[in-house]
């Protein structure tokens, strides 16, 4: 992790970095589906991303869209997703 200090007008702001994230898994999710965001019908994917060194972060799993990039985006608005 990392920590970055910025001087505001006199007000000191420290900026904490999370661990740098390499990407483990890249796959097809299914069936093209909704996007809430691009509002048509597009190919999603299920994304792995771990810490690059020893972390006290785990994997973190994510459903993007391929198209836009939006996270969980073939989700109705105000529904999140849970993971075991």
């Known amino acids: 992790m990392s920590c970055e200090t910025l001087n505001l007008d006199g007000t000191v702001v420290h900026i904490n970095h999370g661990p740098e994230m390499v990407e483990v898994v890249r796959r097809r999710d299914g069936e093209a589906r909704w996007c809430f965001h691009c509002r048509k019908r597009r190919d999603f994917l299920y994304i792995v991303t771990a810490p690059a060194e020893p972390s006290y972060y785990g994997p973190t799993a994510d459903v993007k869209c391929g198209t836009c990039n939006t996270s969980d985006g073939d ?4 529904h999140e997703r849970e993971w075991e």
């Open 75 to 78: 989700l109705f608005p105000g």
